[in-house]
């Protein structure tokens, strides 16, 4: 299947710290990507989708301006989570939708606030 | 709204069949997803079925969808212990369905625990 990459896979910063976190689609364009987050032992929540070249839809009850999301390019999507809090602490995934049928994940990103 | 149901747990003996089980609420899903999520990772599509299928087979891998009782199944034929990990079932949202929404919903993810 088709690869979706994230970067950092994990990251640990001081509260109030602004952390930026990279989604790839490696071998295909993504006009649309998804970013999801994941609290232990649960399913994933859907924080936001986003569009090439447009602004991203969030899901009620998501800040945009604490979790903004770029996506510039086909391959690119950015979520930035700005002055985390620890409350922030938790796993974040993308997705990118290949066709219309098939949706692939990225690895996560384990992020923690102290 | 929609809602997709799995039950938490599954424990089976190495060498034996597993059968996770998923139901679902939206009527008109066209696609059904099974993802396999191992410790620490992302989500791995294992496989799909549309919405007008019975079922759909993929070497040891066979979905059924039972869409009257709006139920959905996952076996896995001679269980291995790499095949231990988190489960979920999903299906595609149609109140966003446009040219860029049908997000995902998923379920909370069965744990399989194979014993070898």
């Known amino acids: 299947g088709a690869v979706v990459s994230q970067h950092p896979s994990r990251v640990i910063c001081k509260s109030g710290t602004s952390v930026k976190i990279e989604c790839r689609s490696l071998?295909?364009?993504?006009?649309?990507m998804f970013w999801y987050r994941q609290f232990p032992k649960q399913s994933l929540m859907l924080m936001a989708t986003?569009?090439?070249?447009?602004?991203?839809?969030?899901e009620q009850g998501v800040e945009k301006d604490k979790f903004l999301i770029n996506h510039a390019s086909l391959t690119l999507s950015t979520l930035t989570v700005t002055s985390a809090h620890p409350e922030d602490s938790s796993f974040y995934i993308c997705?990118?939708?290949?066709?219309?049928?098939?949706?692939?994940f990225g690895p996560g990103t384990r992020l923690l606030v102290l | 709204g929609e809602d997709v149901e799995q039950s938490l747990f599954l424990s089976v003996r190495e060498g034996d069949s597993s059968v996770i089980n998923c139901t679902y609420t939206?009527?008109?899903?066209?696609?059904l997803y099974w993802y396999k999520q191992e410790p620490g990772a992302g989500l791995q599509l294992l496989t799909y079925?549309?919405?007008?299928?019975d079922m759909k087979q993929d070497q040891r891998l066979t979905v059924l969808l039972n869409k009257k009782d709006k139920h959905l199944s996952l076996r896995i034929a001679d269980t291995q212990t790499g095949d231990s990990a988190i489960y979920f079932c999903?299906?595609?949202?149609?109140?966003?369905?446009?040219?860029?929404?049908?997000?995902?919903?998923f379920g909370k993810g069965t744990k399989l625990s194979v014993k070898p």
């Open positions: 071998d295909f364009q993504a006009t649309t």
């Open positions: 079925i549309f919405s007008n299928m």
């Open positions: 997705s990118a939708r290949e066709r219309e049928v098939t949706q692939y």
């Open positions: 939206d009527s008109s899903s066209t696609y």
């Open positions: 999903a299906e595609r949202d149609t109140t966003n369905y446009g040219g860029s929404q049908g997000n995902l919903i």
């Open positions: 986003s569009n090439e070249g447009s602004k991203a839809t969030y």
